[in-house]
């Protein structure tokens, strides 16, 4: 089945540089990737994804990038600010119902 | 409302009680998914309702955990028999239905068994 490598688990950036997460799959049929940001006591909101036709996709400060051959896709967010300070999981997708997920990143930023 | 609603958003109960857990999906989404995610943990996959109709509960741990959705827009997740091991928080989440879309979670109910 299909499994959803993460990393790093815990990543610390000073306040204005960028950031960036790598997650790689295992089944290349994947279609759909989506990004979910959480803050601590609340639930997984999605920030953004990307489709296997779609090599990149921007909005504002985050940008995902996806590379089919190589089964990997990554999150980056640039001029990073305190309020970005969170755990992001990544997680794949056949085009069904199923997500499989990353195991998540911490991420702070040091001010 | 405009995201997916879940009550309580906190319970304590002791162990061996019954529990309820209500979500109030998106309006207008057929498909909804219950999850369990445990601190430090990604979500795990309980169950995935497409309309009234429980389409995939092969997340359920035990013949403990049981769902309904029976007009298909509002679910209860059901705990009999409460262990500590069930603390956690369960998630819900909806998606306009088919395959391929987008899926919303709500806030989460954070269930503590003692």
């Known amino acids: 089945g299909e499994n959803v490598e993460q990393h790093p688990s815990t990543l610390s950036v000073q306040e204005g540089d960028s950031a960036v997460i790598k997650c790689t799959y295992s089944d290349s049929a994947s279609n759909y990737f989506p990004w979910y940001k959480q803050e601590l006591g609340k639930g997984p909101q999605l920030i953004i994804d990307i489709r296997s036709n779609v090599g990149e996709k921007k909005d504002q400060r985050i940008a995902v990038t996806l590379n089919k051959t190589a089964k990997h896709f990554s999150l980056h967010i640039t001029e990073t600010q305190p309020e970005d300070s969170a755990v992001y999981f990544c997680a794949a997708s056949l085009g069904n119902y199923q997500l499989i997920w990353g195991a998540g990143t911490k991420l702070i930023i040091k001010p | 409302g405009a995201g997916v609603s879940q009550t309580p958003s906190n319970k304590v109960t002791e162990k061996g009680k019954y529990v309820e857990l209500r979500c109030d999906p998106i309006s207008g989404h057929t498909a909804l998914y219950w999850y369990r995610q445990s601190l430090g943990q990604g979500p795990e996959f309980l169950i995935y309702?497409?309309?009234?109709?429980?389409?995939?509960d092969s997340g359920l741990p035990n013949d403990r955990f049981f769902a309904v959705r029976p007009e298909g827009s509002v679910s209860t997740l059901k705990i009999q028999r409460t262990e500590r091991g069930d603390s956690a928080v369960y998630l819900c989440?909806?998606?306009?239905?088919?395959?391929?879309?987008?899926?919303?979670f709500g806030e989460g109910s954070w269930l503590t068994v003692v």
């Open positions: 309702f497409q309309g009234t109709g429980a389409a995939d």
């Open positions: 989440a909806s998606s306009p239905g088919g395959t391929g879309n987008t899926i919303y």
